[in-house]
């Protein structure tokens, strides 16, 4: 994977986290509902009870789940205090159910829930199948402003059958429903008295969940302290008596805090923090890639990367390992396909273009004598390791003839919208999961919603249609192969890195869990005796 | 060297005998030269950057983060950047981008803050009223989130970066002007002016403008002081100069990963931010303390 031994400081989570798409699970949904959620360190080791502190890579702009647009940057706050529905595992995908005990389909278009007997919200009422219809349904009414998620846009009708059951119906067919479920703040469940009783407005400073902890007290951009839940479903959890998230956007002042013992845990998305980390002493118990990358995204509806010959012209002409020596040390993983070895639909045979300069010059030269030169614009956000690699591109680019670029740096919100309204030429993005589903669908898939970069190529949609239509590896294989080749030809993006999700613990804490995209679950989370 | 003897008295409850000879030795003013010097190096090269044998500061020349001295060759005898650029290189035309920034800030500063000055000042009433409560106001905003808020709703740029520059040295010198202006407006050669019918205009410009610049002058050297430590923070920030262009704060910032295992990327453009700072003050003093003594004695 190339990680190599890390000294620098890198400033990636923020970055990596304003542009990594959200993590799906693998289909076995209706697992086992008595495995153990988390991974659960051993009893004689951990003790009840005591404070610990997570850094989270950044704040949430409130504790509304409806206002969560990531699960990755708000899995942290979300999870603490209002659990999951699903998690899954990384390495194989299957999916581990928590609240719910499955969550199956026989025709890809109704799926049913099936809950948990017995949890209950911290302020003591039921969380059934009524309170998941109420969460959902509030997140696509219009009541609160929810973020757009792709699994509400697919949801027709939501229907309790039972107090433990609920079925929902989808507007098409879709065999993977449950990665997009997972995969957004569809998983955390809110206490419907609660919302009734205190309004949304208040609700979003004072949530009511399910999970391990409920809020004590809060200051914005600072620590959010949780309590102990007594009411929590799973006896005996959680470990801890007092969270503190503190977030810190700086991974290496994130992992200087750990190892001078102000904080017990964090997590970076690339690897090296880790590895430095380890070599200092930390625990970095897990480590996961995921399928896709960290992206600079062509938009395919502006000149000049409305022709194809630009997009290869510049994926062509760049060395990303030089890259990755420049902005990472050598640290991070390049893509040199899709799909990781560890996934299913990996090929080996279908690598993603390479550094060809004479090939990538004929080509710059091609365009600027039909009057088209290659002149463009990358959008990144300020400060990130985004916006390194992006001048890393400007750097390499300059060596070229007939190609200009410039790098515009905004903040995150900015470079969003610019994402959202297609006002970029080349911006930095990323589409990357566990499973293709949903984000490289949401990503590159003309009906997408996430398809910033305006792509439509029948190729792709057929390939991911075939994926997400089906619930057999084989097909589903086929189809991913196929949309791997289409996407090798129709160079939508520049696949920068990959993500490496891995928490990083101090010495005296075991049992936090990661899943997706670094979702941390708490439950376990404790001091060592 | 010129000596000058100075005539001796006798300490209260000195014992009398050879009277003692104080001497005072005027000193070389080696900081004042070691300044003009450096600023002149610095100038000098910013101007000619374009004819000296430098590599384009935008173009990789060798490999990343090369240590300084590790080859002789004038693109790398000050060692590589993370991209492979030559630091040298860009620490040149890094002064030229700032300094042209920076002295254009402090000229557009300078007239504009000496004309709500003067107009201040010299016309008083509503006038120094309006003047004043707008220097309050720009006073009131932190000069760092001034700036980063002009970065921040327009697009980052040189233009926008001398015009966010000018804004905060706007207040400093119409108040200095505003000050200087009130002062010489009582001299008996302005009221002998008046006098004589002179319009108001002509007095303004022709009688207390010329006088009062030689305080704006001696305070020059100590504004583009500050404003290089303010375009500095800036591209620190990743609100300065967009990239590729070389400048001061946006070197420091590049650098700034790399610390640990490249820590000239940043050493050296700040060392020569601290040069400068450090000349350009020496220099504002040490004219501020010639062109007084010059005032009194003259």
Known sequence: ??????????????????????????????????????????????????????????????????????????????????????????????????????????????????????????????LDAEAVRFSWERLRNGEVQAVASDAVRQMDTITVVDPLTLTVTLKAPNWQFQHAVQDSSTIWIVSPTAVRTQGNDDFAQHPVGAGPFTLKSRTPNSDTVLARNPNYWQTGLPKLDTLILRPNPDGQQALDTVLSGGAQAMYDGVGQLATQGKDAGLSAPQDYGMQGGVTFLFNQAKAPFDDVRARQAVVLALDLDEINQQVFEGGAEIPKTLFSPDSPFY??????????????????????????????????????????????????????????????????????????????????????????????????????????????????????????????????????????????????????????????????????????????LFENFGLVE | MSTDVLPTTRPAGASAGKPR????????????????????????????????????????????????FHSLAPDQILGTDTYGRSVLSRVIFGARTDLLVTLCACAFGAVLGCLLGLLAGFVKGWADRAVSFLIDTLLALPPIILLIAIATILRPSTWTLTFGLTLLTVPAFARLERGAALSWAERPFVLAARSYGASGLRIAFRQILPNSLLTVITFVPTVIA??????????????????????????????????????????????VVFLTVLALNTLGEKVRDRLEIRSRTG
Request: charged share 15%.
């Open chain 1, 347 to 520: 090929d080996a045979s279908l690598t993603l273009p390479v550094n060809q300069p004479e090939q990538a010059q004929a080509l710059f030269d091609e365009l600027a004598a039909e009057g088209r030169p290659v002149s463009f614009t990358i959008n990144t956000t300020s400060g990130s390791a985004s916006a390194s690699y992006a001048k890393a591109i400007q750097t390499q680019l300059s060596t070229y003839d007939n190609v200009t670029v410039e790098v515009a740096q905004t903040d995150v919100p900015t470079h969003s919208a610019g994402l959202r309204n297609h006002t970029f030429q080349l911006a930095s993005s990323g589409a990357q999961s566990v499973d293709p589903e949903p984000a490289l669908y949401a990503a590159l898939h003309s009906t997408g919603s996430n398809n910033y970069g305006s792509i439509k190529d029948s190729a792709i949609d057929r390939g991911l249609d075939a994926g997400r239509a089906s619930s057999d590896e084989a097909t589903r294989r086929a189809g991913y192969l196929a949309f791997q080749k289409a996407v090798i030809a129709n160079v939508p993006a520049i696949w920068a890195w990959r993500y490496h999700p891995v928490g990083i613990l101090a010495t005296n804490v075991t049992g936090l869990h990661f899943y997706g995209p670094s979702s941390p």
């Open chain 1, 1 to 126: 994977m190339g990680r190599k031994r890390m000294r620098v400081r890198v400033r990636l989570r923020l970055g990596a986290l304003a542009l990594a798409a959200l993590a799906g699970v693998l289909p076995a949904c209706g697992g086992s509902s008595d495995e153990a959620p988390g991974t659960a360190p051993s009893a004689a080791t951990v003790r009840l009870g005591g404070a610990a502190t997570y850094i989270p890579s950044g704040d949430v702009r409130n504790l509304e789940p409806a206002a969560q647009g990531s699960v990755t940057s708000s899995g942290p706050y979300m999870n603490a205090i209002f659990d999951a529905l699903f998690t899954v595992e990384p390495k194989t995908g299957n999916v581990r159910p928590r609240i719910a005990t499955s969550f199956t389909t026989t025709d890809g278009r109704t799926w049913t829930l099936k809950l948990r007997d017995g949890v209950k919200f911290s302020d003591g009422t039921a």
């Open chain 2, 226 to 271: 500050g404003l290089i430590v303010a375009e500095g923070s800036l591209g620190f920030l990743g609100l300065g100069i967009p990239p590729p262009a070389a400048s001061w704060g946006t070197m420091i910032a590049d650098g700034r990963a790399s610390l640990r295992i490249a820590p000239h990327e940043v050493l050296v453009p700040a060392a």
């Open chain 2, 21 to 68: 000879t104080y001497t005072l030795r005027a000193r070389r003013p080696y900081g004042l030269w070691i300044a003009s010097a450096w600023v002149l190096l610095l100038v000098g090269c910013a101007v000619a950057a374009d004819v000296l044998p430098l590599a384009d500061p935008a173009k990789p020349v060798g490999r990343a983060r090369q240590v300084p």
